[in-house]
């Protein structure tokens, strides 16, 4: 059964401080027509918008961070995993700041927001991404990601799901290694993901914050692990590989279409899974629309 594209019925507006920079910032989330996909831009720089899928991320540790030539936004992964699981295909972000808002630390407070003003169906039809073939990245430090193509049903159809296999592995006695496997729908997503908030560990924050980084950090936005326990009440047993997916979803989501196919991944942070986009946006041939 085809689907068709979906924008929002109306605008939506998110405001709150960056985890990075401590400073107050504005995002603005607006319906979009057919077939014209997430489109970025500056509320001062009104003639550098930019389409997704067309530019690779900069190389970030803590953040996923899209440069222009004018302008730049930060710490954008819960944003566009908010919308690329709620099959958003088109609407126009507006931001007034360099760094989106952490709000609560995770998606939830976007999937809501989103939600609340209501998706529109369009008079278009939905196309889903995905590879030709297989795509491995891995490199010497045992981060690996690989991408199998959608499968096929019995009557030749594609299937448009999206599966994912994630393993976690930290040295922290209370993080240390564990695995999830699921199939992301936007249900699951919105349920099982999305609440999951970024974490950090209290004897890393004095050097983060000399380098300008985690100012905004707090109880309130960010699970916090001391040598010996967690800081604040977790919402998951297993909130750290939640996060971790929400950050892979949310950095896979800058190819700018839905992906279908299987996604295999291990220990991956914002700089690896940047590598999803970089190979899309280097080539385009070997993908397709389905």
């Known amino acids: 059964m085809l689907k068709k594209q979906k924008t929002l019925k109306e605008e939506v507006v998110f405001d709150?401080?960056?985890?990075?920079?401590?400073?107050?910032?504005r995002v603005k989330v607006m319906p979009s027509c057919a077939d014209s996909g997430i489109v970025l831009l500056s509320k001062n720089i009104s003639d550098d918008e930019f389409k997704l899928g067309t530019i690779i991320p900069e190389i970030a540790m803590h953040a996923t961070v899209i440069k222009r030539q004018?302008?730049?936004?930060?710490?954008?992964?819960?944003?566009?995993?908010?919308?690329?699981?709620?099959?958003?295909?088109?609407?126009?972000?507006?931001?007034?700041?360099?760094?989106t808002p952490i709000l609560d630390g995770s998606a939830l407070p976007f999937v809501q927001g989103l939600l609340l003003a209501g998706l529109l169906e369009q008079d278009a039809e939905k196309?889903?991404?995905?590879?030709?073939?297989?795509?491995?990245?891995?490199?010497?430090?045992?981060?690996?990601?690989?991408?199998?193509?959608?499968?096929?049903?019995?009557?030749?159809?594609?299937?448009?799901?999206l599966h994912l296999d994630y393993t976690l592995d930290f040295a922290h006695p209370l993080v240390g290694a564990n695995k999830m496997q699921a199939t992301i729908t936007p249900e699951f997503f919105a349920?099982?993901?999305?609440?999951?908030?970024?974490?950090?560990?209290?004897?890393?924050?004095?050097?983060?914050?000399?380098?300008?980084?985690a100012q905004g950090t707090?109880?309130?936005?960010?699970?916090?692990?001391?040598?010996?326990?967690?800081?604040?009440?977790?919402?998951?047993?297993?909130?750290?590989?939640?996060?971790?997916?929400?950050?892979?979803?949310?950095?896979?989501?800058?190819?700018?279409?839905?992906?279908a196919g299987s996604v295999i991944a291990k220990k991956t942070g914002h700089s690896f899974n940047r590598l999803v986009v970089e190979h899309y946006v280097n080539n385009p041939g070997l993908w397709i629309l389905i």
């Not at 709150?16 to 910032?25: E, T, Y």
């Open 218 to 259: 707090n109880l309130g936005n960010t699970l916090v692990f001391s040598a010996d326990e967690i800081l604040n009440e977790p919402r998951f047993s297993d909130e750290c590989i939640r996060h971790k997916i929400l950050d892979l979803l949310g950095d896979m989501s800058l190819i700018g279409k839905n992906l």
């Open 70 to 99: 004018k302008w730049a936004i930060s710490t954008v992964e819960h944003l566009m995993a908010a919308l690329w699981m709620l099959e958003i295909d088109n609407a126009k972000i507006e931001f007034d700041c360099y760094e």
């Open 191 to 213: 349920k099982e993901i999305s609440p999951a908030r970024t974490f950090g560990f209290l004897e890393q924050l004095p050097l983060l914050r000399q380098h300008g980084l």
């Open 127 to 161: 196309k889903y991404l995905t590879p030709l073939a297989e795509i491995e990245f891995s490199d010497d430090q045992g981060r690996f990601i690989k991408i199998s193509p959608a499968a096929k049903n019995t009557d030749g159809s594609y299937d448009y799901t």
């Open 16 to 25: 709150g401080i960056g985890v990075h920079s401590g400073k107050q910032g």
